[in-house]
């Protein structure tokens, strides 16, 4: 945790470039990838999600931080196109995201895992992967039966599939069920998964829920390690140590709104911010402020 | 008791036709339930296309009985897209609501009196296998003579029928072997699991479910052809729940998701259940009587042998849950 740390050229401009962003709820940033505007989101009379503005800085890690019950999670489904809302635009890479379907944002760059980690728990570990790769010929059911018109694809998916579980360290159990890996290394599966997209984008929800220190540690280390490949995160996570460890700029959301953003520093010396976590003087919404 | 006869109609009954049309639903069945997780519970109504598409070719269109078999697959492809457009976006139980009533929707609508000029009323349709018989005979296969050995004796009728349904069993179990291996298969497989994470991955579910639904839906009408050809004639309540049921149980009997256990579990329903038949009509006719009470009446041995057969079911479901084929290690991971 201490700042002999080095980035990757898109990282480091990233960084750099966040250092001159006000510190305000819903900020422009210099070169946003994502951008949102008057999200919506309402479950009965229930106000979900009701985000004026919203930016993730390109190459950076950003964390979306906020209290049980603040609305991350819709917020990640909306984005993503897992839910609509009820009234919003929203853009990724400068393109209208409203109603593009869920499974068309992958194949756009913006790849999401779960809280609940979804490991297909009856494929092994590497048709867990594989199955990440977008634009396969052998999953259009006339090519199925000739083997021969994927089996170069394959090939390659597979030798794409072998590096990434090396590299998340998961290569000994390459040829084990999902069902049978820790809690720990499904999540790992599933971002390794998430990475066979070749995606731009990262959205991981909660990646650090159930994990033991030690594998926390290295799940730091994958993350920072997508950003200096030039990938941005957008990560929402209750651990603070990571956290502030890990994340460039962080955006903490109380009911169902951006209450406050900034760089890690900032944000925990923020009082709106202690007020939502650790709970504020009796009868005052934590959207008045002070 | 004629032991001999009971073997012999036994060993019949493993590799018998209702074997064959067995085999080859259960197929069909497997690709939706097997490895995609749809509850189809109307395989029965898929199965009537191939027989109708079979039937109407001479009762009603007045064309070339081959016909029949483009006529059945356009069927059951409307029926697989009737059924999917509504249900495949929504959760799996309501597909399975949806299969059984569509399933009995056409058998009643074919059995009605209004659509007898159709479909022949509850009557049903027959005298349109003529063309399918001679082709038989163009092999060299006469109807009456017998073929095969100790214990498999058929008659030509029978065998050619069997020749062509276990050929079909064959190609049928190689093209879902096969595309299973395959990353379409694949995307089937993890859509059983999870649906989100698959959708997240950038793969369009909901196409993937409706080819699913719809591979194994003309699979069932092929099985429905088969039915037909076999009996001469198309009758339409042998379409009913009970006949998805029984495939399913073959289907479960063997193993899900395998194909091997689609083809066995069929075989092994058959043998079976005519061993039981058999057997118990041996008993009946020699009846074992204390006063007024007989243990045994002809007319019990249908209701004792489907009692016998549920019982099976449960404890193979209790000790065996994976099938005959199945992999126990696999079924170790159901996350639901």
């Known amino acids: ?290 | 008791m004629d032991w001999n006869l009971i073997f012999e109609n036994s060993l019949k009954g493993f590799i018998g036709i209702n074997a064959v049309y067995f085999a080859i639903a259960a197929l069909g069945l497997n690709v939706q339930f097997g490895y995609t997780g749809l509850l189809n519970f109307g395989q029965a109504g898929f199965m009537a296309c191939g027989a109708y598409g079979l039937g109407m070719t001479a009762h009603y269109f007045d064309i070339s009985f081959w016909w029949g078999i483009p006529i059945g697959i356009l069927f059951s492809v409307v029926l697989g897209l009737l059924m999917g457009i509504p249900t495949l976006r929504l959760r799996a139980d309501y597909l399975a609501i949806v299969t059984i009533a569509t399933a009995e929707i056409i058998r009643l609508v074919v059995r009605s009196v209004k659509f007898k000029t159709y479909f022949g009323g509850s009557d049903g349709i027959n005298g349109f296998s003529g063309s399918f018989r001679k082709l038989g005979n163009d092999f060299g296969i006469q109807e009456s003579d017998k073929y095969g050995f100790w214990p498999f004796k058929f008659t030509g009728r029978e065998f050619w029928v069997l020749i062509v349904g276990w050929l079909l069993v064959a190609i049928f179990g190689f093209v879902v072997y096969k595309l299973m291996k395959s990353p379409w298969g694949r995307v089937l497989k993890a859509i059983r699991e999870d649906e989100d994470a698959v959708k997240s991955l950038g793969k369009n579910v909901y196409s993937y479910k409706m080819q699913s639904l719809i591979l194994g839906g003309v699979i069932g009408t092929v099985s429905g052809m088969i039915f037909a050809l076999d009996r001469g004639s198309v009758q339409p309540d042998n379409y009913s729940r009970d006949l998805t049921f029984y495939i399913l149980t073959a289907l479960v009997l063997g193993g899900v998701a395998k194909v091997s256990g689609s083809i066995v579990g069929s075989m092994m329903f058959w043998g079976l259940f005519t061993f039981m038949d058999n057997f118990l009509r041996q008993v009946a006719k020699d009846p074992v009587s204390i006063g007024n009470f007989t243990i045994m009446k002809s007319t019990q041995v249908g209701q004792l042998n489907f009692i016998l057969i549920g019982i099976t079911l449960i404890l193979l479901m209790v000790f065996r849950p994976q099938g005959v084929f199945g992999n126990r290690k696999e079924m170790a991971f159901d996350g639901r």
């Open chain 1, 1 to 290: 945790m201490d700042a002999e740390r080095t980035y990757g050229e898109t990282a480091a401009q990233a960084r750099e470039a966040l250092q001159s962003v006000d510190r305000v709820p819903g900020s422009r940033k210099p070169n946003p990838i994502l951008t949102a505007d008057n999200i919506r989101r309402e479950f009965g009379g229930i106000v979900a999600v009701d985000v004026e503005h919203f930016e993730v800085q390109k190459g950076s890690i950003t964390a979306l931080i906020g209290p049980n019950g603040a609305g991350k999670t819709t917020f990640f489904n909306l984005l993503t196109g897992f839910d609509q809302p009820n009234s919003g635009q929203w853009n990724f890479n400068g393109k209208s995201m409203d109603g593009v379907a869920s499974h068309r944002t992958a194949a756009l760059g913006m790849v999401r895992t779960f809280q609940l980690t979804k490991s297909l728990t009856k494929l092994s570990v590497i048709e867990n992967m594989r199955l990440g790769a977008t634009d396969q010929k052998g999953e259009k059911w006339w090519n199925g039966l000739f083997a021969g018109l994927w089996k170069g694809q394959e090939a390659e998916i597979t030798e794409r599939a072998d590096q990434l579980l090396t590299r998340f360290k998961m290569d000994h159990m390459r040829d084990e069920y999902a069902g049978s890996l820790s809690g720990g290394q499904r999540k790992l599966l599933e971002m390794a998964r998430a990475l066979m997209t070749n995606p731009t984008l990262v959205m991981l929800d909660e990646p650090m829920a159930g994990v033991n220190p030690a594998l926390k540690q290295s799940l730091n280390q994958h993350i920072r390690g997508l950003r200096d490949d030039g990938m941005t995160v957008l990560f929402v996570e209750h651990d603070m140590d990571m956290v502030h460890d890990i994340s460039d700029w962080v955006i903490v959301m109380a009911e169902g709104r951006i209450i406050a953003e900034g760089t890690p520093d900032d944000i925990s010396s923020n009082t709106a911010v202690i007020d939502a976590y650790l709970g504020t003087r009796q009868g005052q919404s934590l959207l008045e402020g002070e």
